[in-house]
């Protein structure tokens, strides 16, 4: 499967622990984006990077969010401190500079808070 | 005003009905418009780009007026698979950095 890969694909965790996920977008992106969605709601972003750079965030992403992707291939998104309003599905997606700009999105990985 | 807002639905239509889609989009600097489709529990799928000519890909038909700000997908002769929400996408930089979804229309089609 040459598609953008999340994992894990379901996190149960309890409040105030910290969870990490992990997405490694197609190979030939250079672009990679992380999304967050809510029941009813469309996909919300979060934060972009180009190749190791993170260009991008939303005010979204609060202080106990950080994403990085070190060596411009896979990323992480780690959520510290979780809390209740954190549960949602968080999505992955990538695209390339020279393909246009539509993106591709993981299966996303569903957290539940508890 | 919400950045791209859609009529949320549902929408409940026989197999070989058609069914129209509409959304508007606030920010005139939108640059790229696209349709998605999200199936229940699962990622959002590129359906199709939106141009300004408008643009059909066999029985789905996109139009865009950006004079209006409005975005449409048409779907003709409706099938049971065809039931999925149906997202109104848009961003704002050509080069491609956040895409701004709408809530999504549910489209139910029934045999």
């Known amino acids: 499967d040459t598609g953008v890969s999340q994992d894990p694909r379901h996190k149960i965790t309890k409040r105030g622990q910290n969870v990490t996920f992990r997405c490694d977008p197609i190979?030939?992106?250079?672009?990679l984006y992380w999304y967050r969605q809510t029941l009813g709601q469309g996909p919300e972003f979060l934060t972009y990077f180009q190749n190791e750079a993170q260009l991008e965030k939303s005010r979204l992403l609060s202080d106990r969010f950080s994403a990085e992707r070190p060596k411009g291939s896979f990323s992480t998104l780690e959520i510290q401190r979780t809390e209740q309003g954190d549960s949602a599905m968080y999505l992955c997606a990538s695209s390339s500079t020279l393909a246009g700009p539509a993106q591709f999105f993981g299966p996303g990985t569903r957290l539940t808070v508890l | 005003r919400k950045e791209v807002e859609q009529d949320p639905g549902p929408f409940n239509v026989p197999e070989g009905a058609t069914v129209a889609f509409n959304c508007t989009y606030s920010?005139?600097?939108?640059?790229?418009f696209f349709w998605y489709r999200q199936d229940c529990r699962k990622e959002p799928k590129l359906l199709m780009s939106v141009y300004s000519s408008g643009n059909e890909d066999g029985r789905f038909t996109a139009q865009l007026n950006r004079a209006s700000q409005y975005i449409s997908l048409l779907i003709r002769d409706s099938k049971l698979s065809d039931s999925a929400t149906y997202l109104c996408v848009v961003n704002i930089n050509q080069a491609g950095t956040a895409l701004i979804f709408g809530k999504g229309t549910t489209l139910s089609v029934s045999s």
């Open positions: 920010n005139s600097a939108s640059q790229s």
């Open positions: 190979s030939e992106h250079n672009r």
